[in-house]
């Protein structure tokens, strides 16, 4: 993983003048967002790196072993713990970054952010919007009312039905379909 250049790489000193070495230090914070992702990645690499070691290493369980393999993975081990001190420095760097750079920011509450109808419309500007949102309103609730008792109707003719059809198969005799 490489990290973007704080300033010119590779350029002379005072080949920026003061405003524009300013902005290149400057570093946004979505890019800052995106290499904190990065660095919480490798640190899970490393992390998975140091477990597989950990498990090919030998317990001490009295079996002589070689001091030059022994040395080998505890170089190993402790280079691997010393890339994931720095990444984590790295990290905790990212990370105060980001929060300085949003510290004069307000928060949004959510509800702000998830866009609603008022019901009496007061807020809004167009009467014509509005008026059509009432005109409308109306018109649904007029059509539940009418709805309500054709649905409560419908019931019932639909119990009716259900009973002559239970009554008809318990006189015909056939108790295999009743119930």
């Not at 250049?5 to 800052?32: D, H, I, K, W």
């Not at 984590?88 to 509450?109: I, S």
């Not at 109808?117 to 014509?128: A, C, I, L, Q, Y």
């Amino acid at each position: 993983m490489s990290t973007p250049p704080l300033a010119g790489a590779g350029m002379p000193p005072g080949a920026f003048s003061g405003t524009q070495a300013q902005a290149a230090r400057e570093v946004n914070t979505a890019s800052l967002c995106r290499i904190g992702q990065e660095t919480v990645q490798d640190i899970v690499f490393r992390t998975m790196e140091i477990f597989q070691l950990l498990r090919n290493m030998q317990l001490p369980n009295g079996v002589t072993y070689h001091t030059a393999t022994y040395q080998d993975r505890l170089a190993k081990l402790q280079e691997h713990l010393r890339q994931l001190s720095i990444l984590f420095r790295k990290l905790r760097l990212v990370y105060d970054k980001c929060n300085e750079n949003c510290a004069g920011l307000d928060p949004v509450p959510i509800e702000q952010l998830i866009p609603y109808v008022e019901e009496d419309g007061s807020k809004h500007d167009d009467r014509g919007a509005a008026s059509q949102l009432r005109f409308a309103s109306e018109e649904r609730r007029e059509i539940m009312e009418v709805n309500k008792p054709t649905g409560k109707t419908e019931a019932g003719v639909a119990q009716q039905v259900k009973m002559k059809n239970i009554n008809a198969l318990s006189m015909c005799g056939c108790k295999e379909h009743g119930k």
